[in-house]
């Protein structure tokens, strides 16, 4: 009879129906949906589906439906750059700071600093004498306010980098 021993696959049944069926992976197909029953409903109900689709209509485009559509990409675009905007300023401003007051400590500042360091040297030098317990206590009392100089720095700095970062796209347009 045919060489076709299985059912026709749906894709099978749309290639029979649009006549593009390949000549090695389909070859008897069309003969053995000519004398099998169940694939020839199969291949008769996409021709009804196909002859369903062909006769809807295509739905009207609302008035204005583009320039909608436009007009929400301008304003997603421009809320994107004003984002862009903000972090640039605010990374800026971070920038801007951290040179004032680095800029502010220069003169006098770095000198006061300096030398309260050494003096702060000395007179843990001094207790260093008296007794070895003073030192990490030292270091305890000035690794807070470091790290809360440090914090006031980074943590701004990297607010504003993850600013910068691009919004992911929640449309593909
Ligand atoms: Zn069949």
Do not use: K
């Not at 169940?38 to 204005?64: F, Q």
């Not at 675009?77 to 920038?95: F, H, I, K, N, T």
Request: hydrophobic share 55%; charged share 15%.
């Amino acid at each position: 009879m045919n060489t076709f021993s299985e059912h026709l696959t749906d894709a099978m049944a749309q290639r029979l129906l649009d006549g593009v069926l390949d000549p090695v992976h389909d070859a008897g197909a069309e003969a053995h949906a000519s004398q099998c029953p169940e694939c020839a409903a199969l291949v008769e109900s996409y021709r009804i589906l196909g002859d369903a689709l062909d006769g809807l209509a295509v739905p009207e485009l609302a008035a204005g439906f583009t320039a909608s559509v436009l007009e929400r990409i301008e304003v997603a675009e421009a809320r994107q750059a004003r984002e862009r905007w903000l972090a640039v300023s605010v990374l800026s401003g971070v920038l801007l700071v951290a040179a004032g007051a680095l800029l502010a400590a220069g003169a006098g500042g770095l000198a006061a600093t300096v030398s309260g360091w050494a003096d702060g040297l000395a007179e843990a030098t001094r207790a260093l004498s008296i007794g070895r317990q003073v030192l990490p206590g030292l270091l305890a009392a000035l690794r807070l306010p470091l790290l809360a100089g440090a914090a006031a720095v980074v943590i701004p700095l990297l607010l504003g980098l993850t600013r910068l970062m691009p919004a992911p796209r929640t449309q593909s347009i």
